[in-house]
């Protein structure tokens, strides 16, 4: 079977590891510092701060940013459900928009309508490895003075203009193992703002400046060293990764018929954390069963959108319709893109679902 994802750890990583054991320094120490260092650096920002997971990073982001009890944050339901559960954890709640069916990113044109007197934040997230349009919604964030947290949990490297997504506003980041670079479990926060940073870093850490004294509520979100030392690792393999997962982007893009490949808008370098196909005409699920019958894994990034999960329709009472995004939920397919996937890999994918559309 070609998987959809594989972790790809080598010696580097192993040998990463056992240092940290070896060292008798397994909590949050020298490696974490490291390795915020080096992710600030390839962001192009001033600080990174490391967390548990990305779920963690959005919590401690939006905290950081002052986002609480009836707050609301603009966001896309097109995502997996931690996007907009973190916006739940503060109390704040998530208020979505359509997507842009080209890209499934944020639609810009849909923000303003969405502004309310309570509106504190966009979330914009750069889905599948693609950024989203920045400039137009940095400039409605900057017109109504709304706070930019950007989810780039699947956009490690990605750039818009020349910029890294997690340089707009105050970025996020996941390391699970699925993505583009891992770290087992953890996530990153990143900014520019010395405010913010200081923030993250307390509250990640029960609000804690001085050694046992508490100003404020905060929570155990630290990253081990243990994980920093494989995220280390990976992070001098994310470019040269990137590259590889572009260049099979590219091979699948120029073969496949049938289907709507991904689309990078000029100016974007898509990282394809996933390589998502549409398929029209309500033939998506039949593709993925032959698929899966000639050994190609495939998967369905997302589907049921966020305003359609049981726990919002139930509990919270979301009663919201969102056409895009309620047919990429029933169009989308990812295949599989990620670097160790090989040309014969490659091929049969092309051949299997050119045979299956023709
Ligand atoms: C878009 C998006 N946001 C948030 C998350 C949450 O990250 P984590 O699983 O590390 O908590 C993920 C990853 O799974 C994600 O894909």
Redesign the pocket.
């Known amino acids: 079977m070609i998987s959809i994802a594989k972790p790809q750890l080598g010696e580097e990583e192993k040998r990463a590891v056992l240092e940290v054991l070896d060292s008798g320094m397994i909590a949050q120490g020298p490696r974490v510092k490291a390795f915020e260092e080096s992710f600030a650096a390839m962001c192009g920002v001033k600080h990174a701060v490391a967390t548990s ?3 963690t990073a ?1 919590h401690v982001a939006l905290l950081a940013a002052g986002i609480g009890e009836g707050d609301e944050v603009i966001t896309s339901p097109f ?2 459900i ?2 907009a559960n973190s916006i739940l954890y503060t109390g704040a709640s998530p208020m979505f928009v359509d997507i842009d069916p080209a890209t499934y990113n944020l639609n810009p044109a849909q923000l303003e309508a969405a502004i309310s007197p309570r509106t504190k934040a966009i979330m914009p ?1 750069h ?1 599948f490895g693609l950024c989203c349009d920045m400039d137009p919604i940095l400039e409605i964030a900057r017109k109504h003075q709304l706070v930019v947290i950007e ?1 780039a ?2 956009s490690h490297g990605a750039m818009y203009k020349g910029r890294r997504a997690g340089s707009f506003g105050i970025g996020t980041f ?1 390391f ?1 193992p699925t993505k583009n670079m891992t770290s087992a ?1 953890g ?1 990153m926060i990143t900014t520019d703002d010395d405010t913010i940073d200081e923030k993250c870093r307390v509250i990640r850490q029960h609000g804690m400046r001085r050694r046992y004294h508490h100003d404020e509520l905060g929570f155990n979100f630290r990253m081990t060293d243990v994980h920093a030392a494989i995220g280390l690792e990976q992070l001098k393999k994310l470019e040269f990764r990137n590259q590889q997962r572009r260049a099979n982007a590219r091979f699948l893009s120029d073969h496949l018929k049938g289907v709507v490949v991904p689309y990078e808008p000029d100016g974007c370098i898509h990282v394809y954390h996933q390589y998502t196909v549409r398929v029209t005409d309500g033939k998506r699920d039949d593709l993925r069963a032959f698929l899966q019958e000639n050994g190609v894994g495939s998967e369905v990034y997302y589907p049921v959108p966020v305003h359609k999960q049981k726990f919002y329709l139930e509990e919270l009472g979301y009663d919201v319709t969102f056409p895009e995004v309620e047919l990429a939920a029933l169009e989308v397919l990812s295949l599989p893109v990620h670097p160790a996937i090989s040309q014969s890999d490659l091929e049969t994918i092309v051949t299997k679902v050119n045979e299956f559309m023709a």
């Open positions: 997971s990305g779920t959005l995502t997996f931690a996007s997230i889905l989810d949990c699947q996941s699970y479990e996530g």
